[in-house]
């Protein structure tokens, strides 16, 4: 049976692919690039229509259908990958061979059963993708990251680097964005988490949200960005453009790759410390990975408060170590102790995100940085995410809780007019 599958696989590709180089052939490829996109697609619909029609292939009105959409994807789109594009609940699209293309929905990964005709056929798609932005990937340059016009960020990886073939990963760009009351109803958070997260923002905490791949950082963090005062003028850095802040006053920079000859890079460390030049209030960093953490140390600690970024950990305590071995890629030479003197002083708090093996996002810990005691920096959780196994559904069970530890930041925030309510930390467990 599978034989069988593969060979009708093979013959239905190769009828599509003869289809698509007729029409090609039929097609005024110039004249089309002047007319209305939406012209010009119903233009090619009618003509792939009658030659599908035209063929004496076994195939029944809904597969002819099929065909004819398909070959308009390849024309028009992005081929085979263009209905997954076009599903909002689809995350992440994984192409790991021409014949394997994975998705993540929901948080679990699964096979699609769609299939590129051969790698030549990958190929060509993944140039569609990296030569829209100005990119090229070949056996000179085999590796490329790129964005898609809704903003969804792309890697592809050829051979000889990629041994059974190109590959291609797609991380989607949120088409809704996704806000606190959603955070709410999918259970990542609870109001009183959010009451005071909402209070660290507006009362100017240097906050560090801290997650593995997928946690759902960059959403928290388009989420609290939310917080920030319409009045404050704000400069956010990212590798790729994913913050969609609301404010007016927002200045967004995004780092530059190097050219074809390895040249004109512009690094992260190079945005934050140009944006120190810019008068901003705030600095957001879409997230921090190298040498520019000790600058952005630098900007929490004189003047920029307030200030967000994220980072790749799985606990609190990580986040922080992480922090430091980056501080160190600056090559500065700067003591173990006075770097996390830096860091206990520059960073209020940690926001550990995370995502569970059902596939749900919580939010399991916010932790207060009380200090320094010997060369060890000192937290506290102020709210945990307790878990408690897994129920006949393979769901996560688990509740959110206070410590009733009050955080020595309240006096802080109720100076700058952000008073919290005294029952917000009392120990108490939350659904």
Do not use: W
Not at 108 to 113: A, D, H, N, R, V
Not at 117 to 142: C, F, N, T, W
Not at 168 to 187: P, Q, V, W, Y
């Amino acid at each position: 049976m599978p034989n069988l599958q593969t060979f009708e696989r093979s013959a239905y590709q190769q009828v599509k692919a003869d289809l698509h180089r007729k029409i090609l052939d039929r097609l005024d490829l110039e004249k089309l690039g002047r007319t209305a996109s939406d012209t010009a697609r119903e233009e090619v619909l009618i003509l792939i229509r009658n030659s599908v029609n035209g063929e004496a292939v076994p195939l029944s009105f809904a597969e002819r259908e099929r065909l004819a959409r398909e070959i308009l994807d390849e024309i028009f789109g992005l081929g085979p990958l263009e209905p997954l594009l076009k599903d909002p609940s689809i995350s992440d699209i994984l192409v790991n061979r021409f014949d394997r293309v994975y998705i993540e929905r929901g948080g679990k990964l699964e096979p699609t059963g769609l299939s590129f005709k051969d790698d030549a056929h990958l190929m060509q798609i993944i140039d569609r993708i990296v030569s829209r932005v100005g990119r090229r990937v070949d056996e000179s340059s085999p590796m490329v990251d790129a964005r898609l016009a809704d903003g969804s960020r792309v890697n592809a990886i050829i051979p000889p680097l990629a041994i059974d073939g190109p590959c291609l990963s797609i991380r989607r760009f949120g088409r809704d964005t996704i806000t606190a009351r959603h955070m709410m109803e999918n259970k990542t958070l609870t109001e009183s988490m959010l009451e005071l997260l909402a209070a660290m923002v507006k009362g100017r905490l240097n906050l560090l949200i801290s997650g593995g791949t997928g946690a759902g950082k960059t959403t928290l963090l388009n989420v609290l960005s939310g917080y920030i005062p319409n009045s404050d003028r704000i400069v956010t850095i990212e590798d790729a453009a994913e913050l969609q802040l609301k404010q007016e006053h927002v200045v967004r920079l995004e780092t530059r790759p190097p050219n074809i000859e390895g040249k004109g890079a512009v690094r992260q460390r190079q945005l934050v410390i140009n944006s120190l030049r810019m008068r901003p209030d705030r600095i957001v960093v879409g997230e921090v990975r190298g040498e520019e953490a000790f600058d952005m140390l630098q900007a929490m600690n004189t003047g920029h408060e307030g200030s967000l970024t994220t980072v790749h950990a799985n606990s609190q305590r990580d986040a922080l170590a992480r922090v430091e071995n980056m501080v160190s890629m600056a090559n500065l030479n700067i003591p173990e102790r006075a770097v996390r003197h830096q860091i206990a002083s520059a960073i209020h708090a940690v926001v550990q995100i995370a995502r569970m093996s059902d596939g749900a996002r919580k939010l399991i810990a916010i932790s207060e940085i009380t200090g320094m005691e010997t060369d060890v920096i000192t937290m506290q959780d102020i709210f945990v995410f307790e878990r408690h196994g897994i129920d006949e559904s393979g769901k996560v069970r688990g509740q959110f809780r206070a410590t009733g530890i009050r955080p020595r930041f309240a006096e802080r925030l109720a100076l700058s007019g952000c008073r919290l309510r005294p029952a917000l930390f009392d120990s108490h467990m939350e659904v």
